[in-house]
């Protein structure tokens, strides 16, 4: 029980960590003014977003995958007056859990991208190593590792948001 309740405990500050400092942007702050807005719809960013993810989750190395499961759906979340970052996810199953230093150093060298981005290696709140990919108009990306799993988080760019053309929140987590 002791063991369900700390995994329970780290998964769960884990995921409120990405969820409250995955947004692309800096959390609003009235003194500074809001974040620019892309101009992009909620299916552009999905569309971009999704690829970066799925890419990035092929950098596991094949020796140790055993699937790579795709999320079909995301979510949004407020950023900035009027815009919202969309979320979501992939996991890739593995037999052995991949060293992140050898994952960044493939990024960095084998990915036509990888220019757009900071990426940096570091050590998550639990003490478990953290790959992180930030880019101010691709969005963020993160390397999550626990049990057999390896899963890559991403959160877009703070978009403007209209609930008729793009859905309305409720409609989007659903999905």
Request: hydrophobic letters at 45%; charged letters at 25%.
């Amino acid at each position: 029980m002791r063991v369900w309740t700390r995994r329970a405990a780290t998964a769960g500050a884990v995921l409120l960590a990405a969820v409250l400092g995955g947004c692309a942007v800096a959390p609003f702050d009235l003194r500074r003014g809001a974040p620019p807005l892309s101009p992009q719809t909620l299916v552009e960013v999905e569309q971009v977003v999704k690829a970066i993810e799925v890419e990035l989750a092929s950098f596991v190395p094949d020796e140790v995958t055993v699937a790579l499961e795709e999320k079909s759906g995301g979510s949004v979340m407020g950023c900035a007056p009027g815009g919202m970052s969309w979320g979501s996810s992939t996991v890739v199953r593995v037999t052995d859990q991949p060293d992140l230093a050898d994952v960044a150093a493939a990024v960095r060298t084998g990915w036509a991208r990888a220019g757009e981005f900071d990426i940096e290696l570091t050590e998550a709140s639990t003490g478990d190593p953290s790959l992180v990919l930030r880019s101010v108009e691709l969005g963020n990306y993160y390397f999550r590792q626990f049990d057999d799993k390896v899963q890559v988080l991403s959160f877009s760019t703070c978009f403007a948001y209209d609930a008729e053309r793009d859905g309305h929140r409720w409609e989007i987590a659903a999905e």
